[in-house]
């Protein structure tokens, strides 16, 4: 009980531009005595063994490149440390190893994006206080973004509508990874992603580099870490959430090859007996992820991944819409992923990647509303497939260490199967009923030049081509990157984005004056945002930094409603069964400062505000502001972690998270017209216009870490909502009473958890 515990660390050290290995770079543990490290081999690993368990700190060096610190790695005693260390080229050649100033952690891993950018990593989602392990929940503490659902993956960028978010494993965009989702529209509840599986991934905000497309809010570029390839290594986790398993190991001693899977089954039905999740029925859910990855020689590597999780949640007839109404709610959801890709060293300047993917989403939502006063009867259906084959090619060239081009195509094979009606008293009204297939084709070249090394640039262009509606888009987008000294930093960055509507959007079914059907949407224009970004960032502590970013977004070929008596938008994030026009304009700006202290002597926080403003003009030519329009949002979160027992080898840690925006917005009811035709409407020239009750939410959580030899219990609690805050969801309208009610978002929501590894 009283022994030191020693762990394994290891890992690669490669290239920050190709990804090449560096053969003789050298790792060393600071603050070691007697000091300790290792070398690099041929293809780039290394192994330091018995390396004292607790937070330690790497330093790498290689001659020719900038040195790199690897500050504060978690090491355990149960699982082996793997890193992957990226060095910058230096562009001065040096006769000996320098020790240089320290780097920020969050730096992004794609090295040609200049603002609104950061890396994360696993133990960040882990820590964050109601992220429960979920690298979207975790998202809403950086500047800019927000949510306004306590009970789904809404992620809001600079009050764009959540679809507006490009999402990307692997290198492969695909569906929203979430549980419960139903693709364009609903984000879901759950992620499908295990911190198991995750490795250090990317997330954007505004104005990314020229390789990533059909974005125009934002992007999440999520990696997904290999196996063990030395050793076999296990962990299960059961909560109220879910069980979690996952495996990991080599394929045989003597090649490189790993596996790394995990499973993961719903038991929300044990949260439910605690708290309130759902009156009458509990979501209930599975998922399995895997990668394999499978190394080809000295130059080439393979791998094979995929993610899928099947969901459903029904309710029961109860009184629960409105008195004298019975409801019956059903939603059943897939979502899948799979993918294979192939990366090629070319040179030790030049590297080709390909891949090849296939994914999809498919929902099945009913809705029934039966009066138990005059037997009148609604029902609506919707069932959306989509699925895309994908194939992606780029280059990545480093022709110096002051110039990088990086080229590439991506070519999409969409699918869809959309179907949707209401019926009222037994007449039906289809909304849409259509299927079919349709093209996305997309290129992208990137440059950055390193003038020296205080000012670098990057320039690039993005071109996509969207056969459904012939649409075709060159997007130019550039950023610079002066440092001042090694404390202060400028930085500027201009991009042209755009994304398609969800396919179900385009083939909605309309109805003219004689009776006709037609899809008259069919030819919507892509929706097009230009991104004006400025920041500063200071280093006003030595672990930690100010962060102040102001932005512009002007936005254009907005779909609008047609008729003018209508003043709603496909930028409200919501489906309109309407003739839309894409004459629409939108503009978002806003302000956004960051102060953070990183991980370090054993504690951090992160504190954010945002203040923003995002309205659209709609075809009566007046402006609204858009659902999603909260103008502030403040976020802090703060954590501490203790050394615990005889020889300090357990953990435990306190965290905590404080939220405030301004609040969800609400348009108000037409009762005038409610009272002539019995139809439900709102007040169209009002739209919008009411903004709820600020929304608070105070989140903690703890956990106790229990190294053993070989083996680590980690218990866990994370509380939601802690002081119980009744913030409001939506309004709904009662049309018994003729009254409009408020609906409250979850109350106190406890998670507790415990995990082994071994």
């Known amino acids: 009980m009283g022994q030191t515990l020693n762990q394994t660390v290891k890992g690669k050290v490669i290239d920050a531009t190709t990804?090449?290995?560096?053969?003789?770079?050298?790792?060393?543990?600071?603050?070691?005595?007697?000091?300790?490290?290792a070398i690099t081999d041929f293809d780039g690993f290394f192994v330091i063994e018995n390396v004292p368990i607790g937070r330690q700190s790497?330093?790498?060096?290689?001659?020719?490149?900038?040195?790199?610190?690897?500050?504060?790695?978690?090491?355990?005693s149960a699982k082996e440390v793997n890193l992957t260390i990226q060095l910058t080229e230096s562009l001065e050649q040096l006769d000996e190893v320098v020790l240089i100033a320290r780097k920020d952690n969050i730096k992004p891993n794609n090295k040609l994006a200049t603002v609104s950018a950061r890396s994360f990593s696993v133990e960040e989602t882990k820590r964050f206080p109601a992220s429960i392990s979920d690298p979207g929940r975790m998202a809403l503490s950086f500047a800019g973004v927000t949510n306004s659902d306590d009970s789904t993956n809404e992620i809001i960028i600079r009050g764009n509508a959540p679809n507006q978010l490009l999402w990307k494993i692997e290198g492969v965009e695909v569906p929203e990874p979430n549980h419960l989702?139903?693709?364009?529209?609903?984000?879901?509840?759950?992620?499908?992603?295990?911190?198991?599986?995750?490795?250090?991934?990317?997330?954007?905000?505004?104005?990314?580099?020229?390789?990533?497309?059909?974005?125009?809010?934002?992007?999440?570029?999520?990696?997904?870490?290999?196996?063990?390839?030395?050793?076999?290594?296990?962990?299960?986790?059961?909560?109220?959430?879910?069980?979690?398993?996952?495996?990991?190991?080599?394929?045989?001693?003597?090649?490189?090859?790993?596996?790394?899977?995990?499973?993961?089954?719903?038991?929300?039905?044990?949260?439910?007996?605690?708290?309130?999740?759902?009156?009458?029925?509990?979501?209930?859910?599975q998922d399995l992820s895997f990668k394999i990855n499978l190394p080809l020689g000295k130059k080439t590597k393979l791998s094979l991944w995929g993610i899928g999780g099947i969901s459903e949640d029904n309710l029961d007839n109860q009184d629960d819409s409105a008195p004298g109404q019975l409801e019956d709610d059903r939603l059943e959801s897939k979502t899948y992923m799979t993918g294979l890709n192939l990366k090629h060293f070319l040179s030790d300047k030049s590297t080709l990647d390909a891949s090849v993917s296939y994914s999809g989403n498919e929902s099945d939502n009913e809705l029934s509303i039966v009066s138990t006063i005059n037997d009148n009867a609604l029902s609506e259906n919707d069932n959306l497939k989509n699925d895309a084959f994908r194939f992606s090619l780029n280059m990545t060239n480093k022709f110096n260490p002051k110039t990088i081009l990086k080229t590439g195509a991506i070519l999409s094979y969409l699918n869809y199967n959309v179907f949707s009606n209401i019926i009222i008293n037994n007449v039906e009204e289809v909304q849409i009923n259509q299927e079919g297939n349709g093209t996305m084709a997309q290129f992208f070249a990137q440059t950055k030049y390193r003038f020296n090394k205080k000012l670098s640039s990057t320039f690039g262009v993005h071109g996509t081509y969207f056969s459904i509606n012939d649409n075709f888009r060159l997007e130019p987008r550039a950023g610079l990157d002066y440092k001042i000294n090694p404390k202060h930093t400028l930085s500027a960055g201009i991009g042209i984005h755009s994304r398609r509507l969800p396919l179900n959007q385009y083939f909605t079914i309309v109805e003219d004056?004689?009776?006709?059907?037609?899809?008259?949407?069919?030819?919507?224009?892509?929706?097009?945002?230009?991104?004006?970004?400025?920041?500063?960032?200071?280093?006003?502590?030595?672990?930690?930094?100010?962060?102040?970013?102001?932005?512009?977004?002007?936005?254009?070929?907005?779909?609008?409603?047609?008729?003018?008596?209508?003043?709603?938008?496909?930028?409200?994030?919501?489906?309109?069964?309407?003739?839309?026009?894409?004459?629409?304009?939108?503009r978002n700006y806003g302000l956004e400062l960051t102060f953070e202290k990183f991980f370090s002597q054993q504690y951090y926080f992160l504190t954010t505000a945002s203040f923003f403003d995002s309205k659209y003009k709609a075809a009566d030519g007046q402006w609204y502001d858009n659902r999603f329009n909260y103008n502030y949002t403040l976020n802090l979160v703060a954590g501490k972690e203790f050394s615990m027992g005889k020889n300090g080898n357990n953990i435990l840690g306190v965290n905590g998270k404080v939220l405030l925006n301004g609040g969800k917005r609400e348009s108000p009811f037409d009762l005038a017209e409610f009272d002539r035709s019995g139809d439900f409407g709102i007040v169209e020239n009002q739209r919008n216009t009411i903004q709820l009750k600020s929304y608070f939410r105070l989140d903690v959580s703890t956990y106790y870490r229990i190294n053993r030899a070989?083996?680590?219990?980690?218990?866990?609690?994370?509380?939601?909502?802690l002081t119980d805050r009744e913030n409001i969801d939506q309004q709904i309208f009662d049309p018994v009473n003729r009254v409009v009610r408020q609906e409250s978002q979850l109350n106190l929501v406890p998670v507790i958890n415990y995990r082994i590894e071994f």
């Open 181 to 285: 989702s139903e693709d364009g529209f609903s984000p879901g509840a759950v992620s499908l992603l295990s911190t198991n599986m995750l490795g250090k991934s990317d997330f954007f905000t505004g104005a990314f580099p020229a390789e990533y497309g059909n974005a125009l809010s934002g992007v999440f570029d999520i990696n997904l870490r290999n196996g063990n390839v030395d050793k076999g290594e296990y962990a299960f986790q059961f909560g109220v959430l879910g069980t979690d398993i996952a495996l990991e190991g080599p394929f045989s001693e003597n090649y490189k090859g790993s596996y790394l899977v995990n499973y993961r089954y719903s038991t929300l039905t044990l949260l439910n007996e605690i708290v309130e999740v759902s009156e009458n029925s509990v979501p209930k859910y």
């Open 58 to 76: 790497f330093l790498c060096n290689f001659l020719g490149y900038e040195d790199a610190l690897v500050p504060e790695v978690l090491v355990g």
């Open 513 to 586: 004056e004689a009776g006709t059907a037609t899809t008259p949407n069919e030819g919507l224009d892509l929706m097009r945002a230009i991104h004006y970004i400025i920041g500063y960032d200071w280093r006003i502590i030595k672990n930690g930094h100010l962060k102040i970013e102001a932005y512009y977004q002007d936005i254009n070929k907005v779909a609008v409603a047609q008729n003018p008596s209508s003043t709603d938008a496909v930028i409200n994030g919501q489906y309109i069964d309407l003739e839309l026009v894409a004459s629409g304009i939108a």
């Open 710 to 721: 070989k083996i680590a219990h980690i218990i866990s609690l994370d509380v939601q909502n």
């Open 19 to 37: 990804g090449g290995p560096l053969t003789g770079a050298t790792i060393s543990l600071l603050n070691a005595d007697p000091p300790k490290g």
